[in-house]
């Protein structure tokens, strides 16, 4: 699958203009290095095609935007919290007392 000069990846999903989805080829431009770091994890065994790390590096792509849209998430929440006065000024004074009630936990 993967050459000198491109890669193509197939694509089982391509958004076409009415919003339906189609089945096309997708051409994917690597660096040599990256090329390199393909072929070196199949000639070790770790990976049997180039499509295996085509497919990892989509899947950990997909596990850290998930986890953005996380964080994400959870500062749109704390911000409405705010805005209904539901949050607390942070100061000196409540920094310390909150590490005072957490050691006495200890």
């Given at each position: 699958m993967i050459c000198d000069e491109k890669s193509e990846v197939r694509s089982a999903l391509d958004t076409s203009a009415s919003g339906s989805y189609a089945e096309r080829d997708m051409d994917v431009q690597l660096t040599p290095d990256q090329r390199?770091?393909?072929?070196?994890?199949?000639?070790?065994?770790?990976?049997?095609?180039?499509?295996?790390?085509?497919?990892?590096?989509?899947?950990?792509?997909?596990?850290?935007?998930?986890?953005?849209?996380?964080?994400?998430?959870?500062?749109?929440?704390?911000?409405?919290?705010?805005?209904?006065?539901?949050?607390?000024?942070?100061?000196?004074?409540?920094?310390?007392s909150t590490t005072t009630a957490t050691s006495n936990f200890e």
């Open positions: 390199a770091f393909v072929r070196q994890a199949i000639d070790s065994g770790r990976l049997r095609r180039e499509e295996d790390a085509v497919k990892e590096a989509l899947s950990l792509w997909e596990e850290r935007e998930r986890g953005r849209a996380e964080i994400l998430a959870a500062v749109d929440e704390a911000e409405s919290s705010l805005a209904r006065g539901e949050g607390r000024a942070i100061t000196q004074e409540s920094m310390r």
